[in-house]
């Protein structure tokens, strides 16, 4: 049986999102090399069903620890004409899972209560996904299907999804335009 104490002596796990710090990327990760990083920008989210548009922030936190896949979070927050903070808005976590022949899988888990599996493929600087499963807890609203795209513009992502959910046919739901963050080191 092991103790707390055996535990003191494994290696901590470390995600980086900084080239050259941390261990290497793994070598199936290189399709999506170019969105390892730290994000931040603003964006738009609007839908039929809202009284929108709506202004959002949004931090998006793409790492690697060295295994065959990549660790992603998402923050968004709700802000003003001004472009101040109104309250916290959606929260994802999830993985990006690549396959061969840039094939690749986005596994993400909503806050809301939402499970979303995303398939689709990677070309230089271009990633677009489609769901092939969403799963909702019982008090989540309903969601069919999604769309994301991303496309990088030197040290700009630029991101868009549209929604099939709550009664509406595919509609674009989300837009944003994200900076990479450098560290100060």
């Known amino acids: 049986m092991s103790t707390p104490d055996d535990f003191t002596r494994l290696p901590i796990p470390t995600d980086t999102t900084e080239p050259g710090s941390g261990p290497p990327l793994h070598d199936a990760c290189a399709p999506l090399r170019e969105l390892v990083g730290v994000w931040r920008g603003e964006g738009e989210v609007d839908y039929p069903t809202i009284d929108g548009p709506f202004r959002f922030g949004q ?110 046919p595919m509609t674009p739901h989300v837009s944003a335009t994200l900076h990479r963050v450098r560290s100060r080191s």
């Open 59 to 168: 931090q998006v936190t793409i790492s690697h620890d060295g295994r065959p896949f990549l660790r992603h979070q998402a923050q968004a927050w709700l802000l003003d004409a001004e472009g101040q903070v109104l309250r916290p808005a959606a929260w994802e976590t999830g993985w990006w899972r690549p396959g061969a022949e840039g094939r690749l899988e986005l596994l993400l888990t909503h806050a809301t209560g939402l499970l979303e599996a995303f398939y689709g493929s990677a070309r230089p600087g271009r990633w677009t996904l489609e769901t092939e499963t969403v799963l909702a807890t019982a008090t989540a609203k309903e969601v069919r299907a999604a769309q994301r795209s991303y496309a990088l513009r030197g040290d700009v992502l630029d991101y868009a999804e549209s929604r099939e959910m709550v009664g509406e």
